[in-house]
């Protein structure tokens, strides 16, 4: 059985981008985290210890995206290692950030960086 717990567009303004501008003026983000995590063990016993608590990820999210950098591709791995440093029976997963207001001329819904592990 494949199971996954996920938080989808957890909406944060954060201060990322090459240009400094974008790091003093900010923007919106959307940010998604699909982990891959054997939920057998919470099924039946119906505690949150036996799970991943999805507050906890929320909160590795908010704490990285808090951290100004150049590349979404920074931020992307930086939540991806906390997340498998604080709960190492994930099996896998994705995070996935979108900018929604990209700083390019152009009519686009945001720009995406995602990884999968």
């Given amino acids: 059985m494949d199971s996954y717990i996920e938080l989808k567009e957890i909406r944060i303004y954060a201060y990322h ?10 923007n919106d983000y959307l940010v998604r985290v699909k982990v891959k995590y054997d939920i057998s063990k919470a099924a039946q016993s119906d505690s949150v210890d036996d799970t991943i608590n999805y507050a906890e990820l929320y909160d590795i999210v908010k704490q990285e995206m808090d951290i100004p950098s150049n590349l979404l591709e920074n931020v992307v791995y930086r939540i991806m290692n906390a997340i498998k440093n604080r709960f190492p029976t994930v099996e896998g997963g994705e995070v996935e950030i979108v900018k929604i207001k990209p ?6 819904r945001g720009a995406t960086v995602s990884i999968s592990f």
């Fill in 17 to 26: 981008g090459v240009a400094k501008q974008e790091r003093v003026v900010g």
């Fill in 103 to 108: 700083p390019i001329s152009g009519d686009v």
